[in-house]
T-cell receptor
Framework: DTAVSQTPKYLVTQMGNDKSIKCEQN?????MYWYKQDSKKFLKIMFS???????INETVPNRFSPKSPDKAHLNLHINSLELGDSAVYFC?????????FGQGTRLTVV | GENVEQHPSTLSVQEGDSAVIKCTYS??????FPWYKQELGKGPQLIID?????GEKKDQRIAVTLNKTAKHFSLHITETQPEDSAVYFC????????????FGKGTMLLVSP
């Protein structure tokens, strides 16, 4: 059983398109996150949700809209994709400090 | 906010040698320090963590040390093996509210047979 799973693993799309990435965790954690990893491997927090409520939004363009239908799911919708959005996006969940990551979604905007 | 510096950015060792990766943090309130291993094409995987009430923690070939006064912590891997080759990240988290992990920039460890 995968603890944090996200789909799709790869996403190739054209500039201007809208796309979504889905994330689910079966750990029973209250807190979920989206991280962006750029080409230099730097991991940067984008959003944090606690029990379906947005807690942190780290100056991410409003083209990025997270949505948490329940505390086990946190999806990321991206409008009007730009070349600079190309990166690996990681979902994670945590409880009591320890965070567990999904396998990542490699987004390539062409 | 918290700032985490990690060194070195790359580290090459021979199989069987030890490897040490060092991190410093800026927020003296931070009290939780995990280390993650990221293999190619995979997500970061938690390998060991330490809380501020402990100075050292070991798990088989890996150990983490924490110096709260100097605000630095280190990962030690002994008897390295080729499968230890990966990118390693340190992170720090403050206890306040819903604070998140702040990551270092990563260290690419290459273990040559």
């Amino acid at each position: 059983d995968t603890a944090v799973s996200q789909t799709p693993k790869y996403l190739v799309t054209q500039m201007g398109n809208d796309k979504s990435i889905k994330c689910e965790q079966n750990l029973g954690h209250d807190t979920m996150y989206w991280y962006k990893q750029d080409s230099k491997k730097f991991l940067k927090i984008m959003f944090s949700y606690n029990n379906k409520e947005l807690i942190i939004n780290e100056t991410v363009p409003n083209r990025f809209s997270p949505k948490s239908p329940d505390k086990a799911h946190l999806n990321l919708h991206i409008n009007s994709l730009e070349l600079g959005d190309s990166a690996v996006y990681f979902c994670a969940s945590s409880q009591g400090g320890q965070a567990f990551f999904g396998q990542g979604t490699r987004l390539t905007v062409v | 906010g918290e700032n985490v510096e990690q060194h070195p950015s790359t580290l090459s060792v021979q199989e069987g040698d030890s490897a040490v990766i060092k991190c410093t943090y800026s927020d003296s309130a931070s009290n939780y320090f995990p280390w993650y291993k990221q293999e190619l094409g995979k997500g970061p995987q938690l390998i060991i963590d330490i809380r501020s009430n402990v100075g050292e923690k070991k798990d088989q070939r890996i150990a983490v040390t924490l110096n709260k006064t100097a605000k630095h912590f280190s990962l030690h891997i002994t008897e390295t093996q080729p499968e230890d080759s990966a990118v390693y990240f340190c992170a720090a988290r403050a206890p306040s509210g819903y604070s998140t992990l702040t990551f270092g920039k990563g260290t690419m460890l290459l273990v040559s047979p």
